[in-house]
């Protein structure tokens, strides 16, 4: 009996390390002011109890938009767009930069080598499609929330509430989508400068024989974010920027903030079509 007892919990103890880590991803957040936030990754928040120092585990691999809530007398609200890669731990710290709240990324490592969260609030997270609803409450009324489900409840307006303000995040439809498999793990140092195939770039004045400069330009090379939006930007039509943007991604040192080259696809069509090559 003794012995049945040992081996289900080890058992349990497989499963549970399983589902916590299978293709799944952990975000650490400190802000470095010491002001205390509530973090809402996919329009739901976390952590009921506001926290200077936050880490959630076990999300999804996949596209997702951060957004830090400061309840210090002021609403400060700073959004991040994410693309996480699989047994990954992202940390960010967030500091004063020109006046403004800002968070930057420090260290991305396989999960359990940071030393960073250690000795932090952990929290699960929470989805959509889960029965956690942190948004049924709110300080500011008149307001309403919304559900999981898609009904809408006007907030909780009783004394003593330290919930998000208002809550009013509805569901976006955001999903996950799947693997496109062409991310290069040898992409850890970038060129210096491209400028160089840049300026041959200009010089070519049909499409096709800039695109294929471009990428036997970068086929051995490594970029960083930035410059994938150089190199995008540098070309006119939507079809070919989709073409070199899913190149460049493949080839990002920093592949976390290939999302700020979404800003360069003002139709949805084509913007999401790039946004669900970047998402894993």
Known sequence: ????????????????????????????????????????????VQNIIPNYQLKVVGLPASYHEIKLLYTNGVIIQVKEHVTLQQHKQ?????????????????????????MYGQNVLVVQYAGKNTNTCHLCT?????????????????????????????????????????PHGNYNPNCVVA????????????????????????????????????????????????????KIAKYCYDRMTDQIYANKLLDLFPYSGTRNEVRKYFTK
């Open 1 to 44: 009996m003794k012995k049945l007892i040992t081996i289900l919990l080890v058992v349990l103890a497989f499963n549970a390390t399983a589902q916590n880590h299978g293709s799944k991803s952990n975000i650490v957040i400190m802000d470095k002011t010491g002001d205390p936030f509530y973090l809402i990754i996919d329009d739901v």
């Open 138 to 178: 709110g300080v500011n009324p008149p307001g309403q929330h919304y559900h999981p489900d898609g009904t809408i409840h006007n907030n909780y307006t009783g004394n003593g509430a330290h919930y998000p303000p208002n809550g009013n995040y509805p569901p976006n439809g955001n999903g996950q989508y799947p």
């Open 90 to 114: 992202y940390t960010g710290f967030v500091n004063w930069i020109g006046g403004n709240k800002k968070l930057n990324w420090i260290e991305v490592v396989n999960i359990n080598q940071s």
């Open 191 to 242: 060129v210096p400068t491209i400028q160089p195939i840049l300026d041959e770039m200009e010089n070519l004045n049909f499409a096709d024989k800039k695109m294929e400069y471009a990428k036997d330009a970068l086929a051995n090379k490594c970029i960083t974010a930035d410059q994938a939006y150089q190199i995008v930007e540098s070309f006119t039509f939507d079809s070919d920027r989709v």
